[in-house]
């Protein structure tokens, strides 16, 4: 139903536009927005330059790089499609889409200094942290004595985790509360078989030693880090 109220707005809109996008691939239309398409189009001719310089993640126990595991040129390209055009939650990645000209190159060439940018940006924040560590959770990367600390899963570089609130005056309170009693293991850790394991979280009764990561025997060593 349509509110006359408020013309701009669209009951479900985002489940809507997610819906025709859906029905349009399946028969074969183009969903692309031009802003979008002119974005793909500068990015591909930049596609080595960003998987061979940009997409290297490197290994925390001797520092070499190489080419990300799980992080690729192409899989980016589908993902910043995904958050232009479609959105969560009514949320979509900023490329200009929105810029307003009765010339269509001029749009698209402001479309393309601000998508630049905000791809720029996003890349320099996922190089920190995800890329570089070709993780999808936090890597024990700290080094305490020459050592990765067991209890880094606890905080890393001055951080303590069950401490960590949201300050953002929209999010205050959003945090998700304390569970003393909680057991969890991370998905993912450096692909290199010498790194530490995934972090985990457990009451002391559970897990009631901490320790160090053994890059030699590869195995967690008990002793003091």
Known sequence: PCDLSNPSFVYKAQTRKGNYVSAAKAVGLPVKSPALRAMEARLDAYKTGIDNVLMQSTSPVDG?????????????????????????????????????????EE????????????????????????????????????????????SNSCGQYGISYQ???????????????????????????????????????APQSRLPYSGFWDAINMEENTDTA
């Open 163 to 201: 401490d960590l609130v949201c300050t953002d005056e929209n999010e205050i309170g959003k945090e998700c509360p304390l569970d003393i009693s909680m057991f969890l293991t991370a998905v993912t850790k450096t692909l290199d078989p010498r790194a530490p394991q995934p972090f985990q979280c």
């Open 64 to 104: 070499t790089s190489g080419n990300s595991y799980r992080y690729r040129y192409f899989d980016f390209r589908k993902a910043l499609g995904l958050m232009v055009d479609v959105g969560v939650e009514n949320t979509y990645f900023y490329i200009g889409q929105d810029y307003q000209s009765t010339i269509i």
């Open 107 to 150: 749009a698209i060439m402001t479309n393309m200094k601000v998508g630049v940018f905000n791809v720029a940006i996003f890349l320099t924040q996922a190089i920190v942290n995800s890329i570089r560590d070709d993780a999808c959770d936090e890597h024990n990367t700290q080094i305490v004595n020459g050592r990765h600390p067991v």
